[in-house]
């Protein structure tokens, strides 16, 4: 009898292990997508307002990447873009991107 209720204490111990494998494995395929960028990766990339950026002021677009969509802050000093424009990240400064339109040529030097 005892041997039959060690085999049940193992297998519930099993069980639950299995059980943690496949939640952990669950959460860590929830992870924020933007959590494994760098700023730096999304220089130069094309984006898409989802929220207008007027002149001076911040905004929002969103940078498809490695097949993520990753949200960012968006702004330009002169320029206005409508929610649905498509632009480049020409720069990272105090978490937000310096935009520009998608269509200008921007030379790296």
Do not use: W
């Not at 950026?53 to 929002?60: E, F, S």
């Not at 937000?96 to 030379?107: G, K, N, P, T, V």
Request: aromatic residues 6%.
């Amino acid at each position: 009898m005892e041997t039959l209720k060690a085999i049940y204490i193992a297998l519930a111990v099993l069980g639950g292990g299995v059980v943690l494998v496949v939640l952990a494995r669950a959460l860590r395929s929830r992870r924020d997508p933007s959590s494994s960028f760098r700023a730096e990766d999304f220089i130069l990339e094309e984006a898409e307002i989802t929220v207008p950026v007027a002149p001076g002021l911040t905004g929002k677009a969103v940078v498809r990447k490695r097949g993520d969509e990753v949200p960012v802050r968006a702004t330009n000093g002169a320029s206005a873009y409508a929610r649905g424009s498509r632009v480049r990240i020409i720069d990272y400064q105090d978490d937000c991107y310096l935009i520009e339109a998608a269509d200008e040529e921007h030379l790296v030097r």
